[in-house]
T-cell receptor, first 117, second 113 residues
Framework: NAGVMQNPRHLVRRRGQEARLRCSPM?????VYWYRQLPEEGLKFMVY????????ESGMPKERFSAEFPKEGPSILRIQQVVRGDSAAYFC???????????????FGPGTRLTVL | DQQVKQNSPSLSVQEGRISILNCDYT??????FLWYKKYPAEGPTFLIS?????DKNEDGRFTVFLNKSAKHLSLHIVPSQPGDSAVYFC????????????FGKGTKLSVKP
C-alpha cells in the first residue's frame, strides 16, 4: 500500500508564474489536508478537502491560492502569480475517515519544496 | 499567536539516556494531541498520540504525558537511540474543529553514540 504521494518534490518558479502541486492520498483515503512549512517554522494548516468538496479553507490566503480534490485524480494546490514569500515546503496529508470518526493521525506525504526566484 | 509552543529548538542526549521533549499549549479547546517525527526532506511521521481524557499513553520506548491543568505535554523516549535523531513536532486538534492540526515549531533531537 503506497503512502501519500506528492509531486513534484522540488519546484522552482519565477515571480509571477503559477505553481501547481499535486497530492495523491493513500489508497482508500478520501480526506486530504494541505499544510505549509515556512523556514524555521512548524507546519501551518491551509485547507481540508474531501472528494469534490472544500470542507475548511480557513488557513488559505485569500488571494492567489486555491485547492481542489476532484472525483478522479489527485488533489491540486494551485498558487497563482507566485511571490518570494511563497517559498516553502508544502505537505499534503490524508486520512481514511472524517475527523469526528477518526480523531486520528494524518499520514503525510514527503512534501513539495517550492522555491520562487 | 502561537497556540502550540515548543520552547526548546534543540536537544542533545547521549545514547541510552532518556530524551524529554516538551510542549505547551494555550487553547483549552484542544482535546487531542499528537507527536510527529520528521527527518530532513521527508514528511512528518506519526509517532504517538493522547486524548485529553488520559494523562499518559505508552508505546514501546515512547511515552507521552499530558498535564491539562498546566496545559503541558511531554514526550519521553527511553532509551534514546541514534536513529531517534530527528525533528519532533507537537500537534494539537480542537474539539469541534474539522480535524486540522496545529503544530509547534519543532525540537531538533540529536542522540549521540
Amino acid at each position: 500500500n503506497a503512502g501519500v504521494m506528492q509531486n513534484p518534490r522540488h519546484l522552482v518558479r519565477r515571480r509571477g508564474q503559477e505553481a501547481r502541486l499535486r497530492c495523491s492520498p493513500m489508497k482508500g483515503h478520501s480526506h486530504v489536508y494541505w499544510y505549509r512549512q515556512l523556514p524555521e517554522e512548524g507546519l501551518k494548516f491551509m485547507v481540508y478537502l474531501q472528494k469534490e468538496n472544500i470542507i475548511d479553507e480557513s488557513g488559505m490566503p485569500k488571494e492567489r491560492f486555491s485547492a481542489e480534490f476532484p472525483k478522479e485524480g489527485p488533489s491540486i494546490l494551485r498558487i497563482q502569480q507566485v511571490v518570494r514569500g511563497d517559498s516553502a515546503a508544502y505537505f499534503c496529508a490524508s486520512s481514511p475517515l472524517p475527523p469526528k470518526y477518526s480523531y486520528n493521525e494524518q499520514f503525510f506525504g514527503p512534501g513539495t519544496r517550492l522555491t520562487v526566484l | 499567536d502561537q497556540q502550540v509552543k515548543q520552547n526548546s529548538p534543540s536537544l542533545s542526549v547521549q545514547e541510552g539516556r532518556i530524551s524529554i521533549l516538551n510542549c505547551d499549549y494555550t487553547n483549552s479547546m484542544f482535546d487531542y494531541f499528537l507527536w510527529y517525527k520528521k527527518y530532513p526532506a521527508e514528511g512528518p511521521t506519526f509517532l504517538i498520540s493522547i486524548s485529553s481524557i488520559k494523562d499518559k499513553n505508552e508505546d514501546g520506548r515512547f511515552t507521552v504525558f499530558l498535564n491539562k491543568s498546566a496545559k503541558h505535554l511531554s514526550l519521553h523516549i527511553v532509551p534514546s537511540q541514534p536513529g531517534d535523531s530527528a525533528v519532533y513536532f507537537c500537534a494539537a486538534s480542537a474539539r469541534g474543529s474539522q480535524g486540522n492540526l496545529i503544530f509547534g515549531k519543532g525540537t531538533k533531537l540529536s542522540v549521540k553514540p
